[in-house]
Every structure is written in structure tokens, then in C-alpha cells.
């Protein structure tokens, strides 16, 4: 959990306060403190009571305003990242988290569009090398059984009907494996 003054609820108060004591400081030296003993010790007990109730009351407002939007963040935490569609728009009546949540939704699907696309991408270009390699693999069996042709053919001219039959036999089964 993040720290208070780290809180955009913490920096609206804090500017809220500030901004409150200083209007009431203000009036209370433009209207004048009653400078007459007793009085002046009450004014002042009262300027700090309506600070202090300001402040109080700013925070729970604020929390109450901003509960929303935490609850957006808590939602977005807890989305699995493999299956970014479980993130759900509960139609909050607050416009902007309603708009935030559709925005991240339309995200989500975004991203995960974009990583099928991917996918397929990555399988497109797998597949193709595998082609490749077997293309590349068939024409390097093909050319070394052509060269045993080309020596058997030349072996079979000057060989006896025993070999030569042999080597008929060989020739055949090279062309069968091409």
C-alpha cells in the first residue's frame, strides 16, 4: 500500500488545508481578531476547530470520491496475464472509472489480438523453415544419388554380366530413393 502523502488523496488534502487555512487566516486578519484578552484565545480555538473539521471532513469525502478508482486498481492487480479476459466492467457510476475500466478493457483485447497475431507469426515462420530444411535436405540426398548414378554408370561399361547386373541393381535402387 502506497503512503498517505504519496496518495493523490493525500496531495488533494494537503493542498485543501492549505488553501482552507490560509482563506481563514486571511479573513481573520482582514475581520480583524478581537483583541481583547479572552476573546482572542476562543477566535483562536475556533479558527483551529474549523481547520481541523475541514481537513476531517475533506479526507472522508475525498476517500469516499477516490474508493472507486481503488477499486479499479485492485481489479487491474488482479488480472491474470494469461487470460486477460477475465477482467470484467462492473459499470461504475462514476463516469471516468467507467470510461477508465471500457479504456483498459479495450486494451486488454488489444493485447491479447496482438499476441495471437504473434503466435501465428511465430508458427508462419517456424513452418517455413521447416520447409526450407527439408527442400534443402531432399536437394543435397538428390545430388549425392545422382553422383552414385553417374559413378555406377561408369563402373557398369567395363564390368562382367555378374557385376554389371549388380550394378544395374544399384542404379535402380538410387533412382528409386531419388
Known amino acids: ?13 494537503a493542498a485543501n488545508v492549505v488553501l482552507v487555512t ?49 477499486n479499479l486498481i485492485e481489479r487491474v492487480e488482479l488480472i491474470d496475464p494469461s487470460q486477460p479476459s477475465t477482467f470484467e466492467i462492473t459499470g461504475d457510476p462514476v463516469e471516468e472509472i467507467n470510461r477508465l475500466a471500457h479504456s483498459f478493457r479495450r486494451l486488454l483485447e488489444r493485447m491479447d489480438e496482438e499476441r495471437l497475431r504473434s503466435g501465428k507469426a511465430v508458427l508462419r515462420a517456424q513452418e517455413e523453415e ?14 549425392a544419388l545422382t553422383a552414385i548414378l553417374l559413378r555406377l554408370e561408369a563402373l557398369g561399361h ?19 530413393a531419388m
Open 22 to 70: 490560509l482563506t481563514l487566516l486571511a479573513a481573520a486578519l482582514v475581520g480583524g481578531l478581537n483583541k481583547q484578552g479572552g476573546d482572542e484565545t476562543w477566535q483562536l480555538l475556533v479558527l483551529v476547530l474549523v481547520i481541523v473539521l475541514t481537513f476531517v471532513v475533506n479526507l472522508w469525502m475525498l476517500q469516499r470520491r477516490f474508493r472507486p478508482l481503488e
Open 130 to 143: 521447416r520447409r526450407r530444411v527439408a527442400r534443402d535436405l531432399h536437394d543435397e540426398v538428390n545430388q
Open 1 to 13: 500500500m502506497r503512503k498517505r502523502y504519496d496518495s493523490l488523496i493525500g496531495q488533494v488534502v
Open 158 to 176: 567395363d564390368l562382367a554380366e555378374e557385376q554389371a547386373a549388380e550394378v544395374r541393381e544399384l542404379k535402380r535402387l538410387a533412382t528409386q
